[in-house]
């Protein structure tokens, strides 16, 4: 678990606040990740970086803004969320994009009131 | 539709019995499989990655199939223990594109 951490583990915030969640990587790899865990539905994969571009948005509302200042950070912005954006989100990283092995950090908890 | 599927649900099971975790699925074109284990409010790890080519894969007392021709895999686990509680998720890949394809996991509980 130490490979990968995020920060904070638990999140309390409302409609109109501004948070933002911090993901580090102590792996050395090139891609990061961010993915969405809601009760009893599929990881939702939400961005994905390589060498700090971001490849891939999957659709994501413009109220969830990531930023990748370089390799090892990553961070998830969040502004004017809604109660059905509460969920479990995870951060992950690998070695490069494709077939790596993605290791997982421990999620943060967001409660959105 | 890619898809990934995954049964049972939920499933309880005695300590030191084994089990066998399911899910199929509908990706094209397949790139890899895998199956992550996730404890409660912890992130998921890896237990295993498959190809195309590879039909088993061991880690330890979980052992994973895959039949490509019929797009099935299975979570056999061995002689289960009390830290095996958790949910198991398979993860399909597509080939050549950053696309991954979560099941919804099956919740596995072993009782003393």
């Known amino acids: 678990e130490t490979g990968v951490t995020q920060t904070p583990r638990h999140l309390v915030m409302g409609m109109t606040n501004k948070k933002s969640l911090k993901c580090e990587q102590h792996?050395?790899?090139?891609?990061m990740y961010w993915y969405k865990q809601s009760a009893k539905k599929p990881l939702e994969l939400m961005f994905v970086y390589n060498f700090k571009e971001q490849t891939e948005n999957n659709s994501v509302p413009s109220r969830f803004s990531p930023e990748c200042p370089n390799s090892s950070h990553l961070f998830l912005h969040l502004h004017t969320l809604q109660p059905e954006d509460s969920a479990l989100y995870l951060c992950?990283?690998?070695?490069?994009?494709?077939?790596?092995?993605?290791?997982f950090g421990p999620g943060t908890r967001l409660t959105v009131t | 539709k890619n898809q990934v599927e995954q049964s049972p649900q939920s499933l309880i099971i005695l300590e030191g019995k084994n089990c066998t975790l399911q899910c199929n699925y509908t990706v094209s074109p397949f790139s890899n499989l895998r199956w992550y284990k996730q404890d409660t409010g912890r992130g998921p790890v890896s237990l295993t990655i498959?190809?195309?080519?590879?039909n088993t894969k061991s880690n330890g007392r979980y052992t994973a199939t895959l039949d490509a021709d019929t797009k099935q895999s299975s979570l056999h686990i061995t002689a289960s223990q009390l830290s095996d509680s958790a949910s198991y998720i398979c993860?399909?890949?597509?080939?050549?594109?950053?696309?991954?394809?979560f099941g919804s996991g099956t919740k596995l509980n072993v009782k003393p």
């Open positions: 792996l050395g790899h090139n891609a």
């Open positions: 993860v399909v890949s597509v080939e050549n594109f950053n696309k991954f394809y």
């Open positions: 992950a990283s690998s070695q490069g994009t494709g077939s790596y092995e993605q290791y």
């Open positions: 498959m190809t195309f080519s590879e």
